[in-house]
């Protein structure tokens, strides 16, 4: 990918502003994004995912983490695996 798209992710359980967020990989079960290090963000914690889409409006897709590290590069920043919640139970 280029230039990463923004979008928010808000976290179930977390009563804060949804975080804007990174959209720096995609694949066929998710996409992985960056975020402020400060957000508590959980393995197996279920949220929703708003991204804007091209002509207008914007996306919701609820997700689940399935991973969570610490940015590579800079320490106030946190990698985090989104992988889009289906209604399956054995993807967790």
């Known amino acids: 990918m280029g230039t990463p798209q923004e979008g928010w992710l808000e976290c179930d359980g977390v009563h804060e502003?949804?975080?804007p967020v990174d959209l720096v990989s995609f694949n066929g079960w998710g996409v992985g994004v960056v975020l402020k290090a400060g957000y508590?963000?959980?393995r197996a914690m279920?949220?929703?995912?708003t991204t804007p889409m091209h002509g207008?409006?914007?996306i919701h897709r609820p997700v689940y983490c399935c991973w969570q590290c610490p940015h590579p590069h800079d320490p106030q920043?946190?990698?985090v695996g989104l992988r889009f919640d289906c209604g399956d139970e054995d993807a967790q």
């Open 17 to 19: 502003a949804a975080a």
């Open 40 to 42: 508590p963000v959980l």
């Open 46 to 49: 279920h949220a929703m995912l």
């Open 56 to 58: 207008g409006g914007c």
């Open 77 to 79: 920043l946190q990698c």
